[in-house]
């Protein structure tokens, strides 16, 4: 049974910092692509970052230079430090998990297999 769980949300001022933490049981991130998306309310889902096997990232325009994601693949954990938050980062975020397919070059949504529960983040 595969689980993601996310943990790290919770209130911070505009300027402030948080690190949101993903840890997965029955499957290992260290072989997949994971990332990180968020819903902010009546929004679609918006990527965050993707990191992949190889080790390339993509970052949403608007988290550039304020978001950080990382890996331990001994903790079997993916993070994401968030610095600089702004009010407009304020939404669920959530971690996905997958095995990318050979053939194609880069995951979107509905191609993860696992997705955590979410975790809020509210910056006032």
């Known amino acids: 049974h595969v689980q993601l769980v996310e943990s790290g949300g919770g209130s911070v001022q505009a300027g402030g910092s948080l690190r949101l933490s993903c840890t997965a049981s029955?499957?290992?991130?260290?072989?997949?692509?994971v990332g990180w998306y968020r819903q902010r309310p009546g929004n679609e889902c918006e990527l965050v970052v993707t990191?992949?096997?190889?080790?390339?990232?993509l970052y949403g325009d608007s988290v550039k230079g304020r978001f950080t994601i990382s890996q331990d693949n001994a903790k079997n954990t993916l993070y994401l430090q968030m610095n600089r938050l702004e009010p407009e980062d304020t939404a669920m975020y959530y971690c996905?998990?997958?095995?990318?397919?050979?053939?194609?070059?880069?995951?979107?949504?509905?191609?993860?297999?696992?997705w955590g529960q979410g975790t809020q983040v509210t910056v006032s």
């Open positions: 996905a998990a997958s095995v990318r397919p050979t053939w194609v070059s880069r995951l979107t949504p509905g191609m993860y297999n696992y």
């Open positions: 029955g499957f290992s991130l260290a072989d997949a692509d």
């Open positions: 990191l992949s096997d190889d080790g390339s990232t």
